[in-house]
């Protein structure tokens, strides 16, 4: 019981980072315009993750900064986010799990 409330607590995604508001912008067009959220992450996302499409695994409530997270956790499996910003820079976010 206690090992499936922590599972319930955690989830996976991905994101594309990159540092200026209209970069993200461009991105999310590309995006809804059908393009592919990994192709894009390993092209433009200023994060080390884009190596691997912009995954980031799983994580639990408390590990990532809190815009992102709020963001990150109120989105369904498969669904994309808006433009997050953090003090990293600028997100886009998905879901994957």
Known sequence: ?????????K???SHILVDQKFEAEDILKKIEAGESFEKLA?????CGSARQGGS????G???MVAPFEQAA?????GQISG??????GFHIIKRTK
């Open 61 to 63: 409530k408390g590990m």
């Open 73 to 77: 956790f109120a989105l369904q499996p």
């Open 56 to 59: 980031l695994g799983e994580f």
């Open 1 to 9: 019981m206690i090992l499936e409330i922590k599972m319930a607590n």
């Open 11 to 13: 989830i996976a995604a």
């Open 42 to 46: 390993e092209d433009f996302s200023n």
């Open 83 to 88: 433009i997050v910003q953090t003090q990293f």
